[in-house]
């Protein structure tokens, strides 16, 4: 099974602030779901105390420096490396934050699926540049969230070179 990163980044790659997602789009939420549920999902310990508790459905796996750190429903590793082996070999891996994981699997990853809001976001974290060089779009669909009035779209991307 592949290892994918999923995220939803604002067009100035904004992906957070404060430790929490700077917008809501049900849309979003709802094909993180659909895409992650009986995979298993692998985040930084920042992402696991913003989202706080795991997620159902899924293998939880944080990445922390605390080699003592016990939660609750998660496996704790201290590095990416250690995440990819501990996860089952027939489940797809997500990569679902932060920045520090995200900079660590770019390299790794064979997939990014990709929710972009259309407008400059304010926000203190963000995600790595997408290199044109090495990932090609696959797949996009437009939408526009009735409530908060955004525009985004759902993107795949697939590595077509290595750096």
């Known amino acids: 099974m592949g290892i994918t990163i999923i995220v939803a980044q604002a067009k100035n790659r904004t992906i957070g602030v404060k430790g929490t997602l700077p917008w809501h789009l049900s849309a ?21 105390d913003s989202i706080g508790k795991s997620l159902p459905n899924r293998k939880n796996i944080v990445i922390t420096r605390n080699s003592d750190l016990i939660l609750e429903d998660a496996q704790t590793v201290t590095s990416l490396e ?20 995200y900079n660590l699997a770019m390299s790794i990853v064979d997939t990014i699926e990709m929710t972009l809001i259309h407008e400059d976001v304010s926000g203190d974290t963000y995600f790595p ?8 779009e696959s797949k996009r669909s437009e939408h526009q969230d009735c ?9 795949t991307y697939k590595r077509v070179n290595t750096l």
Do not use: C
């Open 129 to 136: 540049l997408v290199n044109s060089n090495v990932w090609k």
């Open 147 to 155: 409530k908060s009035d955004l525009n985004y779209s759902f993107i």
């Open 82 to 101: 250690a995440a990819l082996h501990a996860a089952p070999n027939d489940s797809e891996k997500f990569i679902i934050g932060g920045a520090e994981i």
């Open 28 to 48: 979003d939420l709802k094909r993180f779901k659909q895409l992650t549920t009986g995979n298993t999902v692998i985040m930084g310990r920042k992402t696991w």
